[in-house]
């Protein structure tokens, strides 16, 4: 497992992942990358033509790197939040979102 000074990064090595390691939480924060809409829009059965901005916003993540602090979220995991929770950051042209620990909702298992 990669280690950062004080947060523990994600083992996965994937181009996002090597940006994460740029930054590191501190506290109980999480740094987290919301699942997204698809590119595509969506047609429902009887042929309606959904556009991508009318489609609700996934409330679910990945989980980038956890602060020292927190406990019950570890790394990879994929959590639930809420839809306006977090500041948005940018690490090396990748898009992350920074939470307290507390507003992660629940996890995937």
Same mark, same amino acid.
């Given at each position: 497992?990669?280690?950062?000074?004080?947060?523990?990064?994600?083992?996965?090595?994937?181009?996002?992942?090597?940006?994460?390691?740029?930054?590191?939480?501190?506290?109980?924060?999480?740094?987290?990358?919301?699942?997204?809409?698809?590119?595509? /829009?969506? $047609?429902?059965?009887?042929?309606?033509?959904?556009?991508?901005?009318?489609?609700? =916003?996934?409330?679910?993540? *990945? @989980?980038?790197?956890?602060?020292? /602090?927190? $406990?019950?979220?570890?790394?990879?995991?994929?959590?639930?939040?809420?839809?306006? =929770?977090?500041?948005?950051? *940018? @690490?090396?042209?990748?898009?992350?979102?920074?939470?307290?620990?507390?507003?992660?909702?629940?996890?995937?298992?």
């Amino acid at each position: 497992m990669q280690k950062m000074e004080g947060s523990k990064m994600s083992k996965n090595v994937s181009a996002e992942t090597k940006v994460a390691t740029k930054f590191e939480t501190f506290g109980s924060r999480l740094m987290i990358k919301r699942h997204t809409v698809e590119d595509a /829009e969506e $047609k429902t059965n009887g042929g309606i033509i959904i556009p991508k901005s009318s489609q609700d =916003t996934p409330n679910t993540a *990945v @989980v980038y790197a956890v602060g020292p /602090e927190v $406990k019950h979220v570890e790394i990879d995991d994929v959590i639930v939040v809420g839809l306006y =929770t977090g500041t948005d950051v *940018v @690490v090396g042209g990748e898009s992350f979102t920074i939470i307290d620990a507390d507003d992660a909702l629940g996890r995937y298992r």
